[in-house]
């Protein structure tokens, strides 16, 4: 590795770092997986909260298999965290909120500022898909104020009883308010939505929207660059979902540096820190959400792990290749293959095995037996394995786990 010193930044980077100029595909991965928390000791001390300060997002869905995303995101990290841990973590102490960012996002409340220019442009947009009646959003607001933290069923109801984007009143009015800023998502309820007013919910040193446009995305590019350690400019921007022209104009100012990655065969940019010292340690063998942020972009993946992940969860199930919520095992730093998993009672069953190698079915076996414990799993029953001739190997695999339990 050839070592540079990098360019000046206006930006808030390390005082004398050392970057690399150049970086085998090999060092790039391992500085991707160190950055997104899965290689070298697990910060327990920080716990949840600091897994999401760490990651700046962590993507929210309706899917529950093993559990909700945004539980798998943590429990990847740290290992078997508490399920309610987990959530009180997220939702305590006005610790977070959600907010539109790379999908709908839990987010660090330390973000809020830094998401003044999405607020700006919503409040801008001339068109909505839903007509809002005159007068629901003041009432909604009036209803905040008065009674506290509300769900949209409470406030009056979330839907007028035709299709599913088919909202009522109400719901526009305070899902328009959430977009605004003036409502805050402060926690899910039966998975529902818990709004509240921002003035009760942001604490006064962060209530404003005093960031331009530009140094919003300053911030948020030099998160997504410390995030992930290495990335192109569209990873930069895919990861809250900017456009590579924001990124294009605030790129020089981030405190990232540029470097070339063997094998990229396009610009990329990394965080000095990363580059600092060489990563190293031991890596989580573990199962990943299809939402997790070391896989939610699909190009990236593919470049950096030579591995192709899709979510099939919205695909017909005669197209679906791997299964409705396959899920990738990381293992050596490496994605070595997938589960669909399922639960029937207190059995965890992995209804579709794919496995890269052989090498691939003890950690397979590791991680559904760790899987299985955490959401309180006794048994683990294998259906189908693609690769047939692995399929006795991790039965025998998982029964000596499940002996060691």
């Known amino acids: 590795m050839t ?9 808030s980077a390390p005082s004398s770092p050392l ?13 991707a997986l ?11 001390r920080g716990g949840v909260r600091g897994v999401l300060r760490h990651l700046g997002a962590v993507q929210l869905d309706t899917i529950s298999v093993l559990a909700r995303s945004h539980e798998l995101i943590p429990y990847a990290r740290l290992g078997a965290v508490g399920r309610d841990a987990v959530e009180s973590a997220y939702w305590t102490e006005t610790h977070a909120f959600e907010y539109w960012s790379h999908a709908a996002c839990i987010l660090p409340i330390e973000e809020w500022p830094h998401f003044a220019f999405r607020r700006r442009a919503y409040r801008s947009r001339p068109h909505w898909y839903h007509d809002l009646p005159d007068g629901v959003y003041d009432t909604v607001i009036k209803q905040l104020r008065t009674e506290g933290p509300l769900t949209a069923t409470e406030l009056g109801g979330a839907k007028n009883g035709g299709e599913w984007w088919d909202w009522s009143a109400t719901k526009v009015a305070v899902e328009r308010a959430l977009m605004y800023g003036e409502v805050v998502c402060t926690g899910r309820r039966s998975w529902k939505r818990v709004y509240d007013l921002a003035e009760r919910a942001v604490p006064d040193t962060l209530l404003h929207d005093d960031l331009d446009d530009a140094e919003c995305v300053r911030r948020l590019v030099a998160q997504a660059g410390a995030a992930m350690g290495v990335a192109t400019r569209a990873d930069l921007a ?19 540096v540029p470097v070339e990655v063997e094998g990229w065969g396009k610009p990329a940019w990394a965080d000095p820190a990363a580059l600092a010292d060489p990563p190293r340690g031991r890596h989580r063998t573990t199962l990943l959400s299809p939402f997790d942020s070391l896989v939610w972009d699909r190009p990236r993946t593919e470049r950096i792990f030579g591995f192709t992940h899709r979510l099939e969860a919205y695909v017909p199930k005669p197209k679906r290749v791997h299964g409705y ?3 990738p095992l990381l293992a050596g730093g490496r994605l070595l293959g997938r589960v669909d998993p399922a639960r029937e009672g207190r059995t965890l069953v992995a209804r579709q095995v794919s496995l890269q190698t052989p090498k691939a079915v003890e950690p397979m076996a590791q991680a559904l037996a760790e899987a299985a414990d955490w959401v309180g799993c006794t048994e683990v029953r294998v259906e189908l394995v693609v690769q047939t001739e692995l399929r006795a190997p991790l039965v025998a695999a998982l029964n000596r786990a499940h002996d060691r339990r």
């Open 238 to 256: 895919d990861y809250h979902r900017l456009r590579t022209e924001q990124v294009d104009a605030v790129i020089a100012d981030s405190g990232l």
């Open 19 to 31: 970057a690399l100029s150049a970086l085998s595909a090999d060092e790039a991965r391992r500085i």
């Open 325 to 327: 919520f396959a899920m």
């Open 34 to 44: 160190r950055a997104q928390g899965l290689l070298g000791a697990p910060d327990r």
């Open 3 to 11: 070592v540079t010193p990098p360019p000046p930044s206006a930006a």
